[in-house]
């Protein structure tokens, strides 16, 4: 039985790869899983069917015989330990690769997604002004950190794992901000992801589904 994802019928950054749903793709990709996908539109995400797969009505899920799984850290965990090439051999690097999934969304997106929170929403806000420099001051701290750890490698620790995978996921969120450009390393650093065959796949699929609802 092949699994099958929920992705966005039309989603709000048009195909750019910025859901999280991109994640899932990308390391269904990595692993050579073949994957079917159900889009959803808004209204659908918020229907009982929809929420006996994920309780508040969002995307990601994933659904494998009679698992059903929802949140895109725990999908991408989920896929990189029952297949070869995401997850390290060696237990401690495999520990240490884990780290880095928790650490992407747990440590560097919070302040990510309250920038796009204030852009998106608070923009007529009167604070909005205040806010916005606050916030992308937290951003650059996290980035500045990751930055300095990265150094001259071309991933976090070692090989590409899961912990790339899911902190270029959380990075990309940022390619309109122009934050990212004041780290040329962590700019490279996603690029190079980008690069990689399996992206590319994933991204692919992204935009026919965009294309595909805006000519709908």
Known sequence: MILTITAFERSPDGGRGQARDMRVRWALEEVGQPYDVRLVSFAAMKEPAHRALHPF??????????????????????????????????????????????????????????????????????????????????????????SRHLGDADWLDGAFSAGD????????????????????NLAAYVARAEARPAFKRAIAAQLAVAAAASSG
């Open 57 to 146: 009505g969002q995307i990601p899920t994933y659904e494998e015989g009679d698992l059903a799984l929802f949140e895109s850290g725990a999908i991408v965990f989920h896929i990189a330990e029952r297949h070869a090439g995401l997850l390290p051999e060696n237990a401690n690097a495999r520990a240490r690769a884990i780290t880095w999934m928790f650490a992407a969304l747990s440590t560097v997106e919070p302040p990510i997604l309250e920038r796009e929170s204030a852009v998106l929403l608070e923009g007529d806000a009167p604070w909005q002004a205040e806010r916005l420099p606050i916030v992308e001051d937290r951003i650059r701290k996290r980035l500045s950190d990751l």
């Open 165 to 184: 995978l899911v902190m270029v996921g959380v990075l990309r969120r940022l390619n309109r901000s122009g934050l990212l450009d004041e780290f040329p």
